[in-house]
């Protein structure tokens, strides 16, 4: 889900994204939810802690 001019303000050289929908009368990501209650800080830093390694990137092909 991405509002509709979310996706066009990306930056130049940002990383590819999928958006599965763009609906035209969205205002707030929320909207597309059922519960979409506030995290605390906490509890974000507690689940990235628990999260496995991300895998290593894959070797450059330019050797850069």
Do not use: I, K, N, W
């Amino acid at each position: 889900m991405a509002l509709r001019g979310a996706l066009d303000a990306l930056p130049p050289g940002t990383a590819p994204v999928v958006c599965v929908a763009r609906p035209r009368d969205m205002h707030a990501v929320g909207e597309a939810y059922a519960r979409f209650g506030q995290v605390e800080d906490d509890e974000v830093a507690r689940l990235l802690g628990a999260a496995p390694p991300a895998p290593p990137a894959p070797p450059d092909p330019d050797g850069a």
